[in-house]
C-alpha cells in the first residue's frame, strides 16, 4: 500500500523504521512544525522529519492538518492507508476521510485503558501489572475507535516511563506493520472497543510532577518512575527545585519525618509517609544531573533539614 505516515517524537521513529523496511511504499511523512530546543533554542525538525529526510521521503509540516495546503498535498498523494504515532495533534475529518483504508493509530495501552495523551506515564503512576499497544482505526473521538490487534507488555517494578516505552516502540512497530499487511491483503477487521474498562489519560504536566513526601513511599516511587524522563519529578530544598530521578524504596528500616534528609556513607535517605527512600540521582537547578551523595557532599544538610520546603 501506499502510506502517509504521522509522527513527531523518537517513540515514532522504530516504527516508521519497520514501515520503510517493509512491502509498503511510504510516501511522505507528517510531523509537528520544527520546534525550539537546547541552550540556544534554535529550531529543530522532529525526530521523525530527520529520519525521513534521510529516506528522501517528502516531509509535511502544517501549522495544523486542517490547513487547506495540507488538505490539498494529501489528495495528490493519494495514500491507500495513514499510520499515525505519537503525530501531537488532531487529524480533522477532511483529512481522515482521504485514505480508502483510513487512518491507523498506534496507542501505547490496551484500549479502552488509558485513552489520551500521557498512557504509559498514568501505567506507571497508577502501578499496573500489564499494560501494551495496540492498532486501531482512527476517528474523530479520543482513542475510541475500533481495534485491529494488541501486543501485551508487562511493567516492570523499576521501569520508568522512558523505559516502558521504548519497549512498546519496538512490539508496536512491529504491530503496526502486521496490522497494515493484513488491511492490504483483506485478512484483518477491527473490532470495537470493549464498553467496560473506559479509563483516561490526560498529559502529565510540570506541576503534576511535584513530590508529596507524606505520601507513602509506594507513591512517591510510581511518580517519580512515571515522569521519568518527562516531565521529571521535583521538589524544593532551600527554596530551589530539585529534580529527582528514580529511588529505592527501603522496606523494613524505621521511618523519619516526610521529606527528612539523612546522609549516610551508604545513601541519602528521604522520610515519607511511610517507610524512606534513597535517592538516586538528582538534578539541582541549573546544573547537570549527579549521585545523590555527591550532591549531599556539596550542600551538607542540617540534621532535620528537609525536601519540600
Known sequence: MRVLFAGTPDVAVPPLRALLASRHEVVAVLTRPDAPAGRGRKLHPSPV??????????????????????????????????????YGGLIPRAAL???????????FSLLPAWRGAAPVQHAVLNGDDVTGACTFQLEEGLDTGPVYGLVTEEIRSTDTSGDLLERLSRSGAELLVRTL???????????????????????????????????????????VRACTPAPGAWTTFRGERLKIRPVVMERGRSANPPGELVVEKSGVRVGTGSHPVVLGEVQPHGKRAMPAVDWARGIRPEPGERLGL
Open 49 to 86: 522529519a530527520q529520519l525521513a529526510a534521510e529516506a528522501g521521503i517528502e516531509v509535511l509540516k502544517p501549522a495544523k492538518p486542517r490547513d487547506p495546503e495540507f488538505l490539498e498535498r494529501l489528495t495528490q498523494l493519494a495514500p491507500d492507508c495513514a499510520p499515525v504515532v505519537a
Open 97 to 107: 476521510d482521504v485514505p480508502h483504508h483510513g487512518w491507523v493509530n498506534l496507542h
Open 181 to 223: 499487511d493484513g488491511i492490504d491483503d483483506g485478512t484483518l477487521r477491527a473490532e470495537p472497543q470493549p464498553v467496560d474498562g473506559v479509563s483516561h489519560a490526560p498529559k502529565i504536566t510540570v506541576a503534576d510532577g511535584q513530590i508529596d513526601w507524606t505520601a507513602p513511599a509506594l507513591r512517591v516511587d510510581r511518580l
